[in-house]
């Protein structure tokens, strides 16, 4: 048996989906994320947070950044799984240190693999 991820709360994980079933998102376009806990051997759906996507939008005017308001919804995740993600997105993702995962996978299939891997494991005992 696996050692608990972590024993302060959950870990969340960040995935853009468009219909629930596939990883189907680019994150500057996703309009929900579901957020996923890792934090036991069982990762579970914790909620689904819709997004106002910061790629497309008006860029013009007042107001914060498009691309911030989509970090801004999964800053308090560990890693973000997407179709696809830009530069830009990688940088502001990484420098709040949350982890990438690009894959046209489906969203159980890459939960399996997540929970099976050491990544979360590791990046929270750093």
Known sequence: ???????????KVAIATGNGVGITDHFGYALQFQIWDFS???PRLLETRRNTPGCGAARGGEGP???D??????ADCKA??????????????NALGILVFETDDNV??????LA????LRARNAA
Request: glycine share 8%; charged share 25%; net charge negative.
């Open 108 to 113: 159980a299939s890459a939960v399996r693999e």
């Open 80 to 93: 973000v799984i997407v179709a696809k993600i830009g530069e830009c997105g990688v940088n502001r993702l």
């Open 116 to 119: 099976g891997s050491d990544l």
């Open 69 to 74: 308001l989509s970090v801004d919804l999964v």
């Open 65 to 67: 950044d498009p691309l």
């Open 1 to 11: 048996m696996a050692l608990p991820l972590t024993d302060t709360g959950p870990i």
């Open 40 to 42: 036991s051997d069982e």
